[in-house]
């Protein structure tokens, strides 16, 4: 099966950047099957992802990695390529609602995750049972709301002994606390129940019925030390209306961020996502 080396750019824009990237990855005997590419006229910046078939280039992504170096420097870029034969290993955190960690459960073992869930982590001991039936291991860290400090130490300990590239929390109920945001900048990624930023917090469709909405959502974003306030990575609605109860809003919603979840997250394994500054940029 056909493997790909992925190059992500982001750089000051200037003239000529795409005709050395592309006359480097030329040079190097590489077939390009995908290329996407953003100016920010606003910022200035430049955001670029490349994919290139591997077998079209005669060197290892190590040494294709240290090729590139003089390219990067010459365009003051922050940069990474990587060999999308290396899973990305994912941990799911969840609470009591179950419907987004079944959902990527189910797509994972389908298939449809390019990726390694090497563990579940919970506040409650519900969702046990379902996640070792995937043969996932599960751990139950209960959050101590007198000593939070203590819990999330061995929530952190718990992710750095799964070596987690990427951490999903799929409808988890807890505010992750700073040196945690800290330390997983840009690798925690959260489904908000509402279309951000309306109804930040907790209870966001009860929000919502009381204001008389005719749209919900849900948003897709990074998880930052401010509350549901990190950079957007996908959002999507679903129209309702006055006979609509706040349970109807809850059933409806569940369907957008399971479908909102699942390809942020897809999105995000596939480096289709750059940050810049509190917004992405996303090649999907
Ligand atoms: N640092 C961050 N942590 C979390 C974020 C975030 O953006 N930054 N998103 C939330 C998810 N979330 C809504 O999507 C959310 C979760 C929890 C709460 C909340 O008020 N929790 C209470 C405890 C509630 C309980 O015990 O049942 C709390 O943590 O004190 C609001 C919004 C996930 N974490």
């Not at 699942?262 to 480096?271: F, I, K, N, Q």
Request: glycine share 6%; aromatic share 10%; charged share 20%.
């Amino acid at each position: 099966m056909s493997h790909y080396y992925r190059l992500v750019v982001s750089c000051p824009d200037r003239v000529g950047i795409v005709a050395r990237v592309s006359s480097f990855i030329a040079k190097q005997g590489g077939s390009i099957t995908e290329a996407s590419q953003h100016s920010d006229l606003e910022t200035g910046c430049f955001f670029m992802r490349y994919e290139i078939l591997a077998d079209s280039v005669g060197m290892s992504v190590e040494a294709l990695r240290a090729a590139f170096e003089p390219v990067a420097i010459e365009f003051d870029m922050q940069w990474s390529l990587v060999d999308t034969q290396q899973r990305r290993r994912v941990v799911l955190m969840v609470s009591r609602e179950s419907h987004c960690l079944v959902d990527l459960l189910y797509r994972w073992q389908a298939g449809e995750l390019d990726c390694d869930i090497v563990g579940v982590i919970s506040n409650h001991d519900d969702m046990r049972s379902l996640t070792e039936w995937y043969g996932i291991p599960y751990h139950y860290v209960p959050v101590d709301p007198d000593n939070k400090q203590v819990s999330f130490a061995k929530v952190q300990a718990e992710i750095d002994s799964a070596r987690a590239d990427c951490v999903v929390l799929a409808r988890y109920m807890q505010i992750l606390p700073p040196d945690l945001c800290a330390l997983y900048a840009g690798r925690v990624i959260n489904i908000h129940h509402s279309f951000l930023p309306s109804f930040a917090g907790a209870k966001p469709y009860h929000q919502a019925y009381q204001r008389g909405v005719k749209l919900i959502g849900a948003t897709c974003h990074y998880v930052t030390e401010e509350l549901d306030a990190g950079p957007i990575i996908e959002q999507d609605i679903h129209r309702v209306s006055h006979c609509h109860t706040p349970t109807d809003l809850v059933r409806f919603g569940r369907d957008v961020e399971k479908a909102v979840l699942a390809r942020g997250l897809r999105w995000h394994l596939e480096d289709r996502v750059l940050v810049h500054g509190n917004k992405t940029v996303v090649f999907s």
